[in-house]
């Protein structure tokens, strides 16, 4: 086990070597050495603010280096908003802000010290968005909690005990609203095990409105991940793959039937079609 460790450390030092510069990998490390608590790294003329001794390295080497973010299939001219949920410290924003320059970008972290670091690293970027929320399928007060895999895995949970903080949920309806969305082109969603409940219930109205999701489920330690989001998405057509952790959606364009769902639930065993691209779950 400490061998197969070892081995992944070493692949992924060369493979950040080779992306990244020796010369300018060098200098990082130096850099983060000699840091007290915060150092700072530029990375396509932006100064990127990450703290010692965090996982906000690894957060950069996943996301700005290794790139686990690029889909292929997207037009990137075409891509004009993008909702990022589980932002951290803001990387993945500043990396699609990168890709697709002329989109919105909406970046929703709960907690406070990622937020702020994340409010830091995308200020000066036009048109990007901070929120410091947990996204929920309802709004609520929730807990937040330290799952011990360091500042990149803080979950939130309706429980009260051991939390860090709370935090206001928001839904992606009130996303869409606030910003005057009328679709998503990109949906970003790493968020440590709430995706069960994002996708066990008010879905409906708004799954349709997403022509892309990226998504890192988390069975691992939150059994029911999965199954609760490929269930959601089961009405659509779409074509799947995978890079690392990740799971991307691309959503067939052609015109898809809306679910509407009133507590919250989509029951797929009886639906009742009303016209020809409508249809309303029976009993709901």
């Known amino acids: 086990m400490k061998r197969q460790k070892f081995n992944k450390q070493l692949v992924n030092a060369l493979r950040f070597t080779y992306r990244f510069g020796l010369i300018k990998a060098l200098l990082l490390f130096v850099t983060i050495f000699a840091a007290a608590e915060e150092y700072k790294v530029k990375w396509k003329g932006r100064q990127v603010h990450m703290r010692k001794g965090t996982t906000d390295f690894c957060v950069f080497r996943q996301v700005l280096v290794f790139e686990q973010y690029k889909v292929k299939g997207l037009e990137k001219e075409k891509v004009k908003v993008v909702v990022d949920l589980g932002a951290n410290v803001g990387l993945s924003a500043l990396y699609f802000k990168s890709i697709y320059?002329?989109?919105?970008?909406?970046?929703v972290e709960p907690?406070?010290?990622n937020f702020e670091l994340m409010t830091r690293n995308v200020g000066a970027c036009p048109?990007?968005?901070?929120?410091?929320?947990?996204?929920?399928?309802?709004s609520k007060t929730l807990g937040v909690y330290d799952s011990g895999g360091g500042e990149y895995s803080y979950l939130v949970k309706e429980e009260s005990e051991s939390e860090i903080g709370?935090?206001?949920s928001v839904t992606i309806n009130e996303i869409m609203e606030r910003f005057e969305l009328q679709k998503i082109d990109l949906l970003k969603i790493d968020i440590e095990g709430s995706e069960k409940e994002?996708?066990?219930?008010?879905?409906?109205?708004?799954?349709?409105?997403?022509d892309c999701i990226v998504i890192e489920v988390h069975d691992w330690f939150r059994p029911g991940c999965a199954a609760?989001?490929?269930?959601?998405?089961?009405?659509?057509?779409?074509?799947?793959s995978f890079k690392g952790e990740n799971i991307t959606i691309?959503?067939?364009?052609?015109?898809?039937?809306?679910?509407?769902?009133?507590d919250g639930e989509t029951d797929q065993s009886s639906f009742i079609s009303i016209g020809r691209n409508v249809n309303l779950s029976a009993g709901v």
């Not at 052609?254 to 509407?260: A, E, G, L």
């Open 127 to 138: 048109n990007v968005y901070c929120l410091n929320n947990a996204i929920w399928n309802t």
């Open 198 to 210: 994002l996708f066990s219930g008010h879905y409906a109205s708004w799954l349709h409105k997403v």
């Open 250 to 262: 691309v959503f067939d364009k052609t015109p898809q039937p809306v679910t509407v769902a009133l």
């Open 111 to 113: 907690d406070k010290e």
């Open 101 to 107: 320059p002329n989109a919105t970008i909406i970046a």
């Open 166 to 168: 709370s935090v206001r």
């Open 228 to 240: 609760a989001f490929f269930r959601a998405i089961s009405m659509r057509d779409y074509t799947f």
